[in-house]
């Protein structure tokens, strides 16, 4: 079986980080989008407080054949300390017979304002959590 990368990037730090892991695993990649493009503005005014509120976000549809792919990684920005709004919509995607992996991409590094509520609130859920890891990316040169 395949293992699948499934990320939401803002400003291309996790994309770029998705692209590289796939590049050393051979993982499928899927980009997650949102219905709505955020502005800068938006990112901080609205999806801040939904971070913090773990709300989701709507996302477009996801070609994924979750049938295919045993494993799902499941990679989003850090805003406000938690993981982006459109992560918590992609989560809700994600069959929970899947071995899942966290991967959260922040400048900072670390999410110790959410980490330990992230994973009960995944495992209270029903997910078959593997791995929570904190990774820290810097934004993409233009």
Known sequence: MKSAIVYYSFGGATRAEAAK??????????????????????????????????????????SIDWSQYDSVTLMAPVWAGHPAPAFNAALALVPKDKILNVVLCSGGGETPKSKENTIHLLRQQGYCLASYEDVRTVPPTK
């Open 21 to 62: 892991r796939a590049a050393s695993s051979g993982a499928d990649v899927f980009e997650i989008l949102e219905a709505k493009k955020r502005g800068i503005f938006s990112a901080f005014l609205s999806g801040c407080p939904q971070a913090l509120g773990r709300k989701a976000s709507a996302i477009r549809p996801l």
